[in-house]
């Protein structure tokens, strides 16, 4: 397939963009900075393009088949953040233009403020608060691709993102906030960015989550 990827210089985009080239896909990457994506190959083109705009988007989304994000914004702790509605809003205007109807995105568990009751103690009192402003405005994008019915969306939920291999577990998932095992408590807390970039790929083929959230974890 045709594929434009948003985030590609990012620790999970750089995964992404393997794979998928890997699996013989022919890869856009939209960076802010070229010059940080070293990878070369035959069928990657590496563009220059401003994600918060439509106009910067569209030329690099025409043709395309599906647009993947692995974009990710730093935490704040004095001010909201709106990286991820700001951008996914120039990015489905693009998209409308230029007729690609298929994005497949990634945020996080937990991203619901309420979800996080069944967490661990650390990760629910110590690591959610800090990290709250990032997934606020991931619920609020989540919430925005809810309401959006022309273009078939995929949002992808994992837990924490680890630098180990990839792997060729099998994935559970969740049309949920978390995975949960059979007493509601959520199965593990992390996961491999390659697994994750693994299972955003294995979407192109499937409309298993077409307009839904799926939270993920491997076995």
Same mark, same amino acid.
């Given at each position: 397939?045709?594929?434009?990827?948003?985030?590609?210089?990012?620790?999970? /985009? @750089?995964?992404?963009?393997?794979?998928?080239?890997?699996?013989?896909?022919?890869?856009?990457?939209?960076?802010?900075?070229?010059?940080?994506?070293?990878?070369?190959?035959?069928?990657?083109?590496?563009?220059?393009?401003?994600?918060?705009?439509? &106009?910067?988007?569209?030329?690099?989304?025409? /043709? @395309? &088949?599906?647009?993947?994000?692995?974009?990710?914004?730093?935490?704040?702790?004095?001010?909201?953040?709106?990286?991820?509605?700001?951008?996914?809003?120039?990015?489905?205007?693009?998209?409308? &233009?230029?007729?690609?109807?298929?994005?497949?995105?990634?945020?996080?568990?937990?991203?619901? +403020?309420?979800?996080?009751?069944?967490?661990? $103690? $650390?990760?629910?009192?110590?690591?959610?608060?800090?990290?709250?402003?990032?997934?606020?405005?991931?619920?609020?994008?989540?919430?925005?691709?809810? @309401?959006? &019915?022309?273009?078939?969306?995929?949002?992808?939920?994992? +837990?924490?993102?680890?630098?180990?291999?990839?792997?060729?577990?099998?994935?559970?998932?969740?049309? /949920?906030?978390?995975?949960?095992?059979?007493?509601?408590?959520?199965?593990?807390?992390?996961?491999?960015?390659?697994?994750?970039?693994?299972?955003?790929?294995?979407?192109?083929?499937?409309?298993?989550?077409?307009?839904?959230?799926?939270?993920?974890?491997?076995?």
């Amino acid at each position: 397939m045709k594929i434009a990827v948003l985030g590609a210089t990012g620790q999970t /985009g @750089q995964q992404l963009v393997n794979q998928a080239l890997q699996q013989g896909h022919s890869v856009t990457a939209v960076v802010r900075n070229p010059g940080k994506l070293t990878l070369t190959h035959e069928n990657l083109k590496v563009v220059e393009g401003d994600i918060f705009s439509e &106009d910067s988007l569209k030329p690099h989304f025409k /043709g @395309q &088949d599906a647009v993947l994000s692995c974009l990710g914004f730093p935490i704040s702790f004095f001010y909201g953040i709106t990286g991820y509605t700001q951008s996914m809003t120039a990015a489905l205007n693009a998209m409308r &233009d230029a007729k690609v109807n298929r994005i497949i995105t990634m945020t996080s568990w937990y991203t619901d +403020p309420n979800s996080g009751s069944n967490s661990p $103690l $650390l990760i629910r009192f110590m690591l959610l608060p800090m990290i709250r402003s990032v997934l606020n405005n991931m619920y609020e994008m989540e919430n925005f691709l809810k @309401q959006t &019915d022309d273009i078939n969306w995929t949002v992808v939920r994992p +837990p924490g993102l680890k630098n180990t291999p990839t792997t060729a577990n099998e994935f559970l998932t969740h049309e /949920g906030y978390y995975v949960p095992d059979e007493n509601g408590l959520p199965i593990g807390a992390s996961v491999s960015r390659g697994d994750v970039a693994r299972f955003m790929l294995s979407l192109l083929n499937n409309n298993a989550w077409m307009k839904k959230a799926v939270a993920i974890i491997t076995k």
